[in-house]
C-alpha cells in the first residue's frame, strides 16, 4: 500500500537554541492534517532521496499544524544540515501523516520523563497531554547548558512548570545528582520514557534495568545510531518465502542493499536500524540484532529483524516477503 504524502507550507521557521531550529508546519489548501498522539514522529521528505523522522512537539490539540525541532548535528548523514542550510519559511514540504512508535502508556498511574538534548522534543508533547488528562508526571531535562536547551522558556511558562525538573551541565547540582536514586525503584503503574542521544539513553535504561524495572515499564526512542560492523560479520542467503527467490548478502554488504539490487522492495528510512520502517518477520534462521529499534525481548524472539543494519547469524535467514 502506498503511503500517504502530505503537501505542508513552512510557516514559520524559528531559533529555539544554539543550534536548534524548530519548523512550524501548516497544511496547504486542500489539506487536512491528521491528528496525532502524543510521541508521534512524521517522516519528512528533504530532497535528493533525504527521508528523515523527526517527531512532533506540539501538543496534539493543535489539530490545526505541527510542530517539530531539529538539532544541528556535525555528524549529519544531510538530514539536519537540509533542514538549517536550505529549507526556509514559504517552502513547500512533502511529509508523511503522523506515525507513533512511542505511545504513552493508557494503563500507567506515574510518569517518569528523562530527556536528553534534543531528546526532549516527543517528551514535550507527552507533557502536554498528561498535563491536559490531569495526569501524575515529573518530566528531567538534561543539557549541557540552558543555551542549548530548546524551549526551556516554554516550560517554565507553562501550566505544568512545577512538574519539569532541569539540570544542565555547566551549572553543577548541589547535592550532586544520582540518576540511581532519580529513577528509583519500579512502582505498580510507573512507567519511564527516555529520549536523547543515545549515551544518554544507554545510561538511563542500564540504570532502570539494574533496578529491576520491567521491560514493559520502560519506553524508549532513538533519534540516531551507529551501524556497527565486525570482523565476524560474514556473507548469508536470505530467502523470500513467498517465491523461494535466494538472494546472497556480502561480508560487506547491507540486507536491504542486496534485496533492492534483487528487485525486492522493502521500504527504508532512518537505515540505522532505529526507526522500523523496514522491519521485516523472520520465519526461519537466527537473525544477529543491530538495531535500536526492537526491545530486548522482541530481538529475543528472533522473529523479525531489521535489514538495513541486522544480519544474520546462521547460514540462511528465511524472510516473509
Given at each position: 500500500?502506498?503511503?500517504q504524502?502530505?503537501?505542508?507550507?513552512?510557516?514559520?521557521?524559528?531559533d529555539?537554541?544554539?543550534?536548534?531550529?524548530?519548523?512550524?508546519?501548516?497544511?496547504?489548501?486542500?489539506?487536512?492534517?491528521?491528528?496525532?498522539?502524543?510521541?508521534?514522529?512524521?517522516?519528512?521528505?528533504?530532497?535528493?532521496?533525504?527521508?528523515r523522522?523527526?517527531?512532533?512537539?506540539?501538543?496534539?490539540?493543535d489539530?490545526?499544524r505541527?510542530?517539530?525541532?531539529?538539532?544541528r548535528?556535525?555528524?549529519?548523514?544531510?538530514?539536519?544540515?537540509?533542514?538549517?542550510?536550505?529549507v526556509?519559511?514559504?517552502?513547500?514540504?512533502?511529509?508523511s501523516?503522523?506515525?507513533?512508535?512511542?505511545?504513552?502508556a493508557?494503563?500507567a498511574?506515574?510518569?517518569?520523563?528523562?530527556a536528553?538534548g534534543?531528546?526532549?522534543?516527543?517528551?514535550?508533547?507527552?507533557a502536554?497531554?498528561?498535563s491536559?488528562?490531569?495526569?501524575h508526571?515529573?518530566?528531567?531535562y538534561?543539557?549541557?547548558?540552558a543555551?542549548?536547551a530548546?524551549f526551556?522558556?516554554?516550560?517554565?511558562?507553562s501550566?505544568?512548570?512545577?512538574?519539569?525538573?532541569?539540570?544542565?551541565d555547566?551549572?553543577?547540582?548541589?547535592?550532586?545528582l544520582?540518576?540511581?536514586?532519580?529513577?528509583?525503584?519500579?512502582?505498580a503503574?510507573?512507567?519511564?520514557?527516555?529520549?536523547?542521544?543515545k549515551?544518554?539513553?544507554?545510561v538511563?535504561?542500564?540504570?532502570?534495568?539494574?533496578?529491576s524495572?520491567p521491560?514493559?515499564?520502560?519506553?524508549?526512542?532513538?533519534?540516531?545510531?551507529?551501524?556497527?560492523?565486525?570482523?565476524?560479520?560474514a556473507?548469508?542467503?536470505?530467502?523470500?518465502?513467498?517465491?523461494?527467490?535466494e538472494?546472497?548478502?556480502?561480508?560487506?554488504?547491507t540486507?536491504?542493499e542486496?534485496?533492492?539490487q534483487a528487485g525486492?522492495?522493502?521500504?527504508?528510512?532512518?537505515?540505522?536500524?532505529?526507526?522500523?520502517?523496514?522491519l521485516?518477520?523472520?520465519?526461519s534462521?537466527?537473525?544477529?540484532h543491530?538495531?535500536?529499534?526492537?526491545?530486548p525481548?522482541?530481538?529475543?524472539?528472533?522473529?523479525?529483524?531489521?535489514?538495513?543494519?541486522?544480519?544474520?547469524?546462521?547460514?540462511?535467514?528465511?524472510?516473509?516477503?
Amino acid at each position: 500500500m502506498t503511503e500517504q504524502i502530505l503537501k505542508v507550507r513552512v510557516a514559520h521557521k524559528r531559533d529555539e537554541a544554539d543550534g536548534i531550529c524548530s519548523l512550524e508546519l501548516l497544511p496547504v489548501s486542500g489539506v487536512v492534517l491528521p491528528g496525532f498522539t502524543a510521541g508521534a514522529h512524521i517522516d519528512v521528505h528533504l530532497g535528493s532521496g533525504l527521508l528523515r523522522q523527526y517527531s512532533l512537539c506540539n501538543p496534539p490539540s493543535d489539530t490545526q499544524r505541527y510542530v517539530i525541532a531539529v538539532l544541528r548535528d556535525p555528524a549529519s548523514r544531510g538530514g539536519s544540515e537540509a533542514v538549517h542550510a536550505r529549507v526556509k519559511e514559504g517552502d513547500v514540504l512533502e511529509i508523511s501523516a503522523p506515525k507513533n512508535h512511542f505511545p504513552l502508556a493508557t494503563d500507567a498511574k506515574q510518569h517518569l520523563l528523562l530527556a536528553g538534548g534534543i531528546g526532549v522534543t516527543p517528551l514535550m508533547s507527552m507533557a502536554e497531554q498528561l498535563s491536559a488528562d490531569g495526569a501524575h508526571f515529573v518530566l528531567h531535562y538534561f543539557a549541557r547548558s540552558a543555551s542549548k536547551a530548546a524551549f526551556a522558556q516554554r516550560f517554565a511558562a507553562s501550566s505544568f512548570a512545577s512538574c519539569v525538573q532541569t539540570h544542565w551541565d555547566d551549572t553543577p547540582e548541589e547535592p550532586a545528582l544520582s540518576l540511581s536514586a532519580l529513577i528509583g525503584a519500579p512502582q505498580a503503574g510507573q512507567h519511564l520514557y527516555v529520549c536523547g542521544p543515545k549515551g544518554f539513553m544507554d545510561v538511563v535504561l542500564a540504570t532502570a534495568r539494574a533496578q529491576s524495572w520491567p521491560e514493559d515499564q520502560l519506553h524508549f526512542e532513538f533519534f540516531g545510531a551507529q551501524v556497527v560492523h565486525d570482523a565476524s560479520d560474514a556473507a548469508f542467503t536470505v530467502k523470500i518465502a513467498s517465491s523461494g527467490q535466494e538472494i546472497q548478502v556480502g561480508a560487506n554488504q547491507t540486507v536491504i542493499e542486496a534485496l533492492h539490487q534483487a528487485g525486492v522492495d522493502v521500504p527504508i528510512a532512518c537505515e540505522q536500524g532505529v526507526c522500523g520502517t523496514c522491519l521485516v518477520r523472520v520465519l526461519s534462521g537466527v537473525p544477529d540484532h543491530k538495531d535500536m529499534y526492537l526491545t530486548p525481548e522482541e530481538q529475543e524472539a528472533n522473529d523479525q529483524f531489521t535489514p538495513c543494519c541486522s544480519r544474520s547469524k546462521s547460514p540462511v535467514l528465511v524472510l516473509d516477503l
